[in-house]
């Protein structure tokens, strides 16, 4: 398919600029390792299965895994920085590849937005309880929105520069964390109880699923960056592999150093007790570590929200090119910087959204955790959730059409048939306990779910206004290649 022209304007992405490691990076800092096992994990540990939840993302680990054989199988075929809004267009057509375009901007745009949220209260909150100063949570996430606004119109080397210092620094600061909580022999020794069907099933397990489920989102950003990559047939499946695997059995190892650390049958009334589960790790550091890792943990925690913020931020930008590179949207959003070569009016516009949106939650007087976060990044689960499970679909439908013998049957058929419907499955117990993931009435809840349907129709609205004007055009939806 041709690009979009615009006078005077590129709209190429710079080619060759992202190796495996740096995909890694923005991967792994997408799924902001230590807010999530500092946020995150407290939260879904005591909703959840308590004790059991180590093994609950082994089990997510194993699914995402074949989801990922047939994802990086269409990923060695269709080159796009438009991810899942590429590989539906490819897989079952241009129609449903609108519906999935809408629905993954929609995706990545809110929990972005979300983050901020995150972003806000924590570095707030660590300002007043380490400095005594006092600063409101919307000033912070503003300051945070102006730097990433230029991080990401500016090339994408500096963001991926930053990413990796920040990666490394939370991986060591966790570990060394873990080793401590090991070394001491934790509260009544180093043992498996975590992985018994007495915790395992024990709680409600389906929803510390979805929370393992969460702690895995950004990981299937890596084809996102195909188009920077070099060598992207090579460095996107190896990114995604090594991505998973190393946030997963990261994830796992700390989770079960934090129940062995506490006490298997501990846990779940520590955190109880708690005004805030999100200082459940600040306690275990200063009890197995000591005062001074914990003030790096609290530095570290803000670090990596924001890290996760200019990572989401980038995936929407890109999204945003690539479906107006390819006539959906406006053709302005498919150019990129002349010196740059990033997509800076993509990465502008969704700058405007999250300050419009975050400042309609401030003039609301809205809690920047209980209602920005929670609202937006459950939401956002949910979309994904789709979008992979379409994705798994498209997979099969793309290569009964374009057959690849050497992939062999498992890889393009029945794994992505199995992934399809475990996902739909994960999709079905989200919804169905959707009220207590985001702590809202039902009411509410379900118009929240609402916005899916919705943005579906959108994107295949577009797709189909396409179809009238520019039928050549709708036929090669998402088919733009290196």
């Known amino acids: 398919m041709p690009e979009v022209s615009v006078p005077g304007r590129s709209t190429a992405l710079r080619k060759n ?5 740096f995909i890694i990076f923005f991967v792994i800092s997408a799924a902001s390792p230590l807010s999530v096992l500092a946020g995150g994990f407290p939260i879904g540990i005591m909703l959840g299965n308590g004790a059991g939840t180590p093994a609950l993302l082994l089990a997510m680990l194993a699914l995402l895994l074949i989801f990922s054989v047939g994802y990086t199988s269409m990923a060695r075929h269709v080159t796009n920085a438009g991810g899942f809004y590429a590989f539906v267009s490819r897989g079952l057509g241009g129609s449903a590849g609108g519906a999935a375009g809408m629905l993954a901007m929609m995706a990545y745009n809110i929990l972005q937005i979300g983050l901020y949220g995150m972003f806000g ?16 949570w919307w000033g912070c996430a503003l300051l945070a929105m102006a730097s990433i606004a230029v991080l990401g119109y500016r090339n994408v080397d500096l963001s991926a520069r930053v990413l990796s210092l920040v990666v490394v620094a939370e991986y060591i600061t966790m570990l060394v964390l873990d080793i401590s909580i090991l070394r001491a022999g934790g509260d009544s020794g180093i043992n498996l109880s975590a992985f018994s069907a007495q915790h395992v099933f024990s709680g409600t397990p389906s929803i510390g699923l979805l929370f393992c489920f969460a702690a895995f989102i950004g990981f299937e950003a890596t084809t996102i960056y195909g188009e920077e990559a070099k060598d992207p047939q090579r460095a996107i499946p190896l990114a995604t592999y090594a991505s998973i695997l190393l946030v997963g059995s990261f994830y796992a190892l700390s989770i079960w150093c934090f129940v062995i650390g506490a006490g298997a049958d501990k846990i779940v ?16 550091s200063d009890h197995y570590a000591g005062p ?9 925690f803000m670090v990596s929200v924001y890290a996760g913020l200019l990572a989401f931020h980038n995936s929407a930008a890109r999204y945003f090119y690539a ?15 002349p010196t740059h070569q990033s997509p800076h009016m993509g990465s502008a516009l969704q700058s405007l959204i999250a300050a419009a949106v975050v400042m309609v939650f401030v003039l ?15 939401l956002a689960a949910l979309c994904l959730l789709l979008l992979m499970a379409m994705t798994s679909l498209a997979t099969v439908r793309y290569f009964q059409r374009h057959p690849a013998p050497a992939l062999g049957r498992w890889r393009v058929h029945t794994l992505p048939w199995v992934s399809c419907v475990a996902l739909l499955a994960v999709l079905g117990i989200a919804i169905a306990h959707f009220d207590v993931l985001t702590g809202a009435s039902k009411t509410l809840s379900y118009g929240l779910c609402a916005v899916i349907p919705a943005s579906l129709l959108a994107g295949w609205q577009l797709a189909q206004r396409l179809r009238r004007t520019a039928p050549a055009r709708f036929a090669a939806l998402g088919s733009h290649k290196l």
Do not use: M
């Not at 600029?17 to 490691?21: E, I, K, P, S, T």
């Not at 209260?121 to 100063?133: D, I």
């Not at 001074?292 to 570290?300: F, G, K, N």
């Open 17 to 21: 600029a992202l190796n495996v490691g």
């Open 121 to 136: 209260a924590v570095v707030s909150g660590t300002l007043a309880e380490v400095f005594g100063l006092q600063a409101p």
């Open 269 to 284: 009334p520590q955190l109880q007790a708690l005004q805030d589960p999100t200082t459940f790790v600040y306690g275990l």
């Open 292 to 300: 001074r890792l914990t003030a790096v943990i609290r530095v570290l």
């Open 323 to 337: 479906i107006g590179r390819d006539g959906l949207l406006p053709a302005w959003l498919g150019t990129t910087h």
């Open 364 to 378: 609301t007087g809205a809690d920047p955790i209980l209602h920005l976060f929670a609202w937006f990044s459950n």
